[in-house]
T-cell receptor
Framework: EADIYQTPRYLVIGTGKKITLECSQT?????MYWYQQDPGMELHLIHY???????EKGDLSSESTVSRIRTEHFPLTLESARPSHTSQYLC????????????FGSGTRLTVV | DAKTTQPPSMDCAEGRAANLPCNHS???????VYWYRQIHSQGPQYIIH???NNETNEMASLIITEDRKSSTLILPHATLRDTAVYYC??????????????FGKGTKLSVIP
């Protein structure tokens, strides 16, 4: 049973539209992450958060933005979608410390046409 | 973070043990070794982690060499559902117990009937 939920699972949207990808976790984890993965390619960290009101950019530059107003919620927004944003977006969360691994959601597969 | 080297692909017969190697010759004394796997395009799944000692859980065993420069993930009885990309990651906590995992290309394990 998943403790971290991503919606929608699949999204096809036109160029120029504003979209928000939702990610919620019920584990009370302070740390949350967004990764981007193109088909058959590596995962790249694009955003992360240490807790409420904390957001940081990851290793891969992204035109998306994130917010963390509540511990359990870490949405990702694209103000104006472009075909180059077509990818899979994976959300994850973890507790503090290296003794704990990440829990990933099932991902959102975004296609911008 | 220490870099890891994994073979790009491996095959394993169903029911046999799958031994996935990972080299991390520049690992530091306080870096953990993590293993994750990603089945098809789902979110990565945590498997196991360790620092110095060998570890075992219900999914797999992790064997770390004495000099910590390499490790092996062992799936004792591989099934078709173990076909996935397996990632070996080394990481240390940095800054108030925070850390981010960097995923490489991993090893594509194919379990063959």
């Amino acid at each position: 049973e998943a403790d971290i939920y991503q919606t929608p699972r699949y999204l096809v949207i036109g160029t120029g539209k504003k979209i928000t990808l939702e990610c919620s976790q019920t584990m009370g984890h302070d740390k949350m992450y967004w990764y981007q993965q193109d088909p058959g390619m590596e995962l790249h960290l694009i955003h992360y958060s240490y807790g409420v009101n904390s957001t940081e950019k990851g290793d891969l530059s992204s035109e998306s933005t994130v917010s963390r107003i509540r511990t359990e919620h870490f949405p990702l927004t694209l103000e104006s979608a472009r075909p180059s944003h077509t990818s899979q977006y994976l959300c994850a969360s973890s507790e503090w410390g290296t003794a704990y691994g990440y829990t990933f959601g099932s991902g959102t597969r975004l296609t911008v046409v | 973070d220490a870099k890891t080297t994994q073979p790009p692909s491996m095959d394993c017969a169903e029911g046999r043990a799958a031994n996935l190697p990972c080299n991390h010759s520049t690992i530091s004394g306080n870096e953990y070794v993590y293993w994750y796997r990603q089945i098809h395009s789902q979110g990565p799944q945590y498997i196991i982690h360790g620092l110095k000692n060998n570890e075992t859980n219900e999914m797999a065993s992790l064997i770390i060499t004495e000099d910590r420069k390499s490790s092996t993930l062992i799936l004792p009885h591989a099934t078709l559902r173990d076909t996935a990309v397996y990632y070996c990651i080394v990481r240390v906590a940095s800054g108030a117990g925070s850390y981010q995992l960097t995923f490489g290309k991993g090893t594509k394990l194919s379990v063959i009937p």
